[in-house]
């Protein structure tokens, strides 16, 4: 009823400067654009244990196949860590990959890897989370929108009608990148 509140968490400190030049982006489009709390970590070490409380929105690397607790997730937080191979075994409880850790830890939607997907087609972050805030489409239209790459490895993990910013939009579509939305 009242929209998805909380912090995004940017973790831009993995290996490929391009990507991280991205997720930099992000935080300042946010910033300038929301009233959303910007975390942006920049070391190359992934998020500490228990430091991130009130994660609403997070996007980031580098932990293959290894999830750190570092996240106190609000209700119905939606985020993704960008690595191969983090939803192969969405089923075994035991599994040390993000996505499942992401779920039993409470996030309400997020995209993994079932294979080696290519850092190429992971979504932007710098078009999906402005589009998701902006309360005007659903969780599937936005990754719809932004991923590059249809069918390639990557899965889509959440209820597809789910609008986390329908009540409370973030961002103003109109500043949104050109082509983005129709």
């Not at 402005?130 to 659903?138: R, S």
């Not at 889509?156 to 009608?161: E, K, N, Q, R, V």
Request: hydrophobic share 45%.
């Amino acid at each position: 009823k009242q929209g998805l509140r909380g912090k995004l968490y940017l973790d831009a400190g993995g290996m490929v400067p391009a990507y991280d030049k991205n997720l930099r982006a992000l935080a300042s489009d946010v910033e300038a654009n929301s009233k959303i709390p910007v975390v942006l970590d920049e070391k190359s070490a992934v998020f500490a244990p228990d430091s991130c409380p009130d994660a609403a929105l997070y996007v980031g690397w580098y932990s293959l196949k290894k999830y750190v607790p570092a996240f106190r997730w609000v209700q119905g937080a939606v985020g993704w860590h960008i690595a191969s191979f983090e939803a192969m075994h969405l089923r075994d409880p035991d599994s040390t990959e993000w996505c499942p850790k992401m779920i039993q830890n409470g996030v309400a939607a997020t995209v993994g890897a079932v294979n080696e997907p290519y850092l190429a087609s992971f979504p932007k972050p710098q078009e999906f989370f402005p589009l998701l805030m902006t309360g005007k489409y659903t969780l599937a239209e936005c990754y719809w929108r932004t991923v590059p790459m249809v069918s390639w490895r990557l899965t889509l993990i959440g209820d597809p009608l789910y609008n986390p910013f329908r009540a409370a939009p973030q961002f103003d579509a109109g500043k949104l990148p050109a082509g983005l939305a129709p």
